[in-house]
Structures are given as C-alpha cells and as structure tokens.
C-alpha cells in the first residue's frame, strides 16, 4: 500500500506542474485540459483493464 501512496503523490506533484507548462504553452489552458482529460481517460482505461486479487472474492 504504502508503494501505491508514493505513487499517487508523485501524480499529485508532477501532474499539474506538467499541465501548467503545457498551459503555458501556444495552446493555452485549453490544451492543458485537453492533456489532462486524457491522461483521466488513460488511467481510467487501465483501471477497467485489471483483474480482481485472487480470494479476495470480488468480481464474478
């Protein structure tokens, strides 16, 4: 678990320092949230695509 937190607070970090300077950017704030509409897509993507721990009992 404590792999996963370091993970999602690295995103926490690195994820709006990198939309700011792609807002920064010719295409705006516009495509900063273009970029982060599909970084949302993606890591929705992956989490559809995972399978269920084996005994956890979830998932049919």
């Known amino acids: 678990i404590s792999a996963f937190t370091i993970v999602?607070?690295?995103?926490?970090?690195?994820?709006?320092?990198?939309?700011?300077?792609?807002?920064?950017?010719?295409?705006g704030l516009a495509r900063g949230l273009v970029f982060s509409a599909c970084a949302l897509w993606a890591g929705a993507l992956v989490a559809s695509r995972q399978r269920p721990l084996a005994g956890?009992?979830?998932?049919?």
């Open 8 to 27: 999602f607070a690295a995103g926490q970090i690195v994820g709006p320092t990198v939309v700011g300077w792609i807002a920064d950017g010719p295409g």
């Open 56 to 60: 956890s009992g979830a998932g049919g």
